[in-house]
């Protein structure tokens, strides 16, 4: 368990993050019940997790494999919704299948075909790279479509929207403009409820707000400085 100091501290951030949320829907003329807000826990241990549940949150993210199965199963029981936000392995995809709800990182049709013929139907996101470079997920764009496609005629994933990461170093509004078009001429036109839009962080989820984000990924601005991150 965490001390008192702790939770009172991760009380103060997750508030102050709540009431950044709801001053950025404002300006944008959103509502916040738009927004969901996914706490990302990882590096993080399961009685972190535990007091945010206490605290109303709902929706956790985690990005590696190991550890998210290990909290996963821990908390089992808990009112959590468990979202798979990091780079997936294909052979490790069935696997997270078991305890991940959302996978917002569907990023190539090998990982598709790992998750397909599963009983258990895992609600999915395609991960959208906007930065060009190698290494960092996501599909380019140009090969979206064919992407969508072989989602929807995956029975066990749900197509549910888009996922992306703005790059580093760049201006993040007009990235997530970019993911905001692509949902609309390609997503949209071929699976019309897969509306959700899975952007914004610590650092640029009022400009995610802004662009139409229905999904907040806040890792830090809640938690703190990871642990053993850097
Ligand atoms: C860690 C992580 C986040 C959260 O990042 P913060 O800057 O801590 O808010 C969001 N999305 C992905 C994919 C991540 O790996």
Redesign the pocket.
Known sequence: MSGDAEQTELARRLAAVRAGIADAAAAASRRPEELTLIA?T?FHPASLVRDLVALGVHDV?E?RHQEAQAKAAELEGLPITWHF??QLQSKKARQVARYADVIHSIDRAGLVDALAGQERVVDALIQVDLSGEPGRGGVAPEELDALVEHVLATPSLRLRGLMA?APLGGLPRPAFARVRDLSERVVLPAAPGATWLSIG???DYPDAIAEGATHL?????ITGNRPDAG
Do not use: F, L, P
């Open positions: 990302v990882k993210g990005n936000i990091g990461v962080m610590s650092h990924r806040i890792g830090t601005a």
